[in-house]
C-alpha cells in the first residue's frame, strides 16, 4: 500500500490543523492506521492510531482531548485533526499501515512521506 500525506503547516498556537493520509494499494481496511511524528533531533514518536473500520483508537498522553484520528474506508483516507496546537506539537507527521494497533512504530509495515506541523508561540 502506498500512503500519501497531506495538510501540514505554520499555524499559531491554540490553532487547528487537519492532516489526511491516502492510501492506494491494497485493500486499505485490511489495516491499522496510525500516525506518528518526529520532531528536529528527536526520534520518531507515535501520535495516534485506529483499527480498520475505526472502532478502537489509541492515543500518546500528550495529545488525548486535543488530537483525534478518524477514517473513512471509502476514501481510502485516515485524518487526524488536531486542535489546540501547541508549539511542542511541531514535527514532521507521517501516517503508516500495519497489523496490529499498537504504538510500536517497528509493527507498521508502509510509511508515507511526512507532512510538516510548525506551531508558533
Known amino acids: 500500500v502506498q500512503l500519501q500525506a497531506s495538510g501540514g503547516g505554520l499555524v499559531q498556537a491554540g490553532e487547528s490543523l487537519r492532516l489526511s493520509c491516502a492510501a492506494s494499494?491494497?485493500?486499505?481496511?485490511?489495516?491499522?492506521m496510525g500516525w506518528f511524528r518526529q520532531a528536529p533531533g528527536k526520534e520518531r514518536e507515535f501520535v495516534a492510531a485506529?483499527?480498520?473500520?475505526?472502532?478502537?483508537?489509541n492515543y500518546t498522553d500528550s495529545v488525548k482531548g486535543r488530537f483525534t484520528i478518524s477514517r473513512d474506508n471509502a476514501k481510502k483516507t485516515v485524518y487526524l485533526q488536531m486542535n489546540s496546537l501547541k508549539p511542542e506539537d511541531t514535527a514532521v507527521y507521517y501516517c503508516?499501515?500495519?497489523?496490529?494497533?499498537?504504538?510500536?512504530?517497528?509493527?507498521?509495515?508502509?510509511w508515507g512521506q511526512g507532512t510538516l506541523v510548525t506551531v508558533s508561540s
Open positions: 494499494g491494497r485493500t486499505f481496511s485490511g489495516y491499522v
Open positions: 485506529i483499527s480498520r473500520y475505526g472502532g478502537n483508537t
Open positions: 503508516a499501515a500495519g497489523p496490529y494497533l499498537v504504538a510500536d512504530l517497528t509493527r507498521y509495515q508502509y
